[in-house]
């Protein structure tokens, strides 16, 4: 038996950064190369968001947190943005011949999972009372990721029989996906997974990303926390790594907040927002006005 883990894997909180100390010091002065594209798609995913809370799933879109919280932060409006970093990334097993999968979650970590889930506000008591909707983005290929978190949510709202009929209209996923030339031949991720079929229209979505950017954010960014998987939701917590290559990527996402909390910052995503339909709905014309007022 393993103790149960208290949270996910130790991050700084760079809102506010009191507590980073000297860890950026000597740090060379970082390239944020990727912020043009990273505020459009930061823009569109608020705007397809529904009015929400985002839930960041993963480390890929750790950027993007990070620009949202500082963009966002001493908004008057109910704005808010969490990092759920689950990976779901585990050993395969074979199913028959020439067939893979991965191997099923013990029932250590789907209870795990639930106690990180719960740590977020994330249950089905709670998801049938919230009154916003609960955003989940992250870098879509295929769609594995958010097919394994759906799965891991609609048993525990079966086991707790809490209404699905209310709690299917509170959630929604957003997907960064690489940007591709579009035809009625692209092949999109959410048109190959059934569940996605038992959502109200609209609440799976999809924004695209430059290539180079996403496949920066998804393959070669160093992030400031390790990987959190199936194994590692049992195991003990560790802390913040302080090598040099951790204390460039801090500083990299020190600056991004801090161009998020800049005027130039916020009034860059508020253009970001032009163009969408959403911007027809109240909710979005007033989080525009206030980002373009700071």
């Known amino acids: 038996m393993h103790d149960p883990v208290d949270g996910p894997p130790f991050r700084w909180e760079l809102v506010g950064p009191d507590e980073l100390g000297t860890m950026l010091d000597g740090t060379g002065e970082p390239s944020l190369w990727f912020m043009p594209d990273l505020v459009r798609c930061a823009g569109r995913v608020l705007a397809r968001s529904g009015d929400g809370d985002l839930f960041f799933v993963g480390r890929s879109l750790d950027s993007m947190f990070d620009l949202l919280s500082g963009a966002l932060a001493d908004l008057p409006a109910p704005n808010r943005v969490a990092r759920a970093p689950f990976s779901f990334q585990r050993r395969v097993v074979p199913v028959r011949r020439s067939k893979w999968r991965r191997a099923p979650l013990s029932a250590e970590e789907r209870a795990a999972a639930r106690r990180l889930l719960g740590g977020l506000g994330i249950t089905p008591h709670a998801l049938a009372r919230r009154a916003r909707p609960a955003v989940f983005v992250d870098v879509v290929d295929a769609g594995g990721t958010f097919t394994e978190l759906f799965t891991l949510l609609d048993e525990w709202i079966v086991e707790s029989r ?39 229209a ?59 909390r800049s005027g130039d910052g916020r009034r860059a995503l508020a253009r970001a927002v032009h163009g969408e339909p959403a911007l027809a709905q109240p909710w979005l014309r007033s989080l525009v006005s206030q980002l373009n007022k700071l």
């Open 162 to 200: 809490e209404p699905w009929e209310v709690i299917r209209k509170k959630l929604r996923f957003v997907g960064v996906t690489v940007r591709r030339p579009s035809s009625p031949k692209t092949w999109r991720w959410q048109q190959h997974e059934p569940w996605t079929r038992r959502l109200p």
């Open 202 to 260: 609209r609440a799976v979505l999809n924004v695209s990303l430059d290539p180079w950017v996403w496949s920066y954010f998804g393959n070669h960014q160093t992030k400031l926390t390790r990987s959190f998987r199936p194994g590692d939701w049992l195991a003990a917590a560790e802390g913040p790594r302080r090598d040099e290559q951790t204390r460039q990527a801090l500083a990299e996402a020190v600056a991004v907040v801090a161009y998020g």
